[in-house]
């Protein structure tokens, strides 16, 4: 009996352990051609927090007591996409983990 409510007592408590964990997992997409956009940085401003995507897009950061605070995820090429971390999550849980980056329509002028 003692051993059917300590796994009672575990069952209750994994929701309020999966809560505080707050790892944001997802990949990068260009928005044209679907393509894994690497090596992207991906951060917090404001805090210490960052990382980048990897070669197929993918990229994972703890966001744990910040739910207040904005992702920031740039790469040249690309245009700056700035997103609060709550409605990140809810993003992410519509498009299925995916995000799509849009491509800068600036283009470089050759310097003489």
């Known amino acids: 009996m003692p051993r059917t409510r300590v796994l009672l007592l575990l069952l209750c408590l994994l929701p309020a352990t999966a809560a505080l964990a707050q790892r944001l997992e ?13 090596y992207a940085n991906i951060g917090l401003p404001g805090t210490e ?3 980048n995507s ?46 799509y980056l849009k491509k800068n329509a600036t283009e470089l002028t050759e310097v003489v």
């Open 54 to 99: 990897d070669e197929q897009g993918y990229f994972s950061i703890d966001v744990r007591g910040n739910a207040d605070k904005t992702v920031l995820i740039t790469l040249i090429g690309y245009e700056d996409y700035s997103i609060k971390v709550p409605a990140l999550e809810e993003v992410m849980k519509t498009a299925g983990q995916k995000l």
């Open 49 to 51: 927090l960052g990382t």
């Open 26 to 38: 997802a990949r990068l997409l260009d928005s044209e051609d679907k393509q894994p956009v690497a």
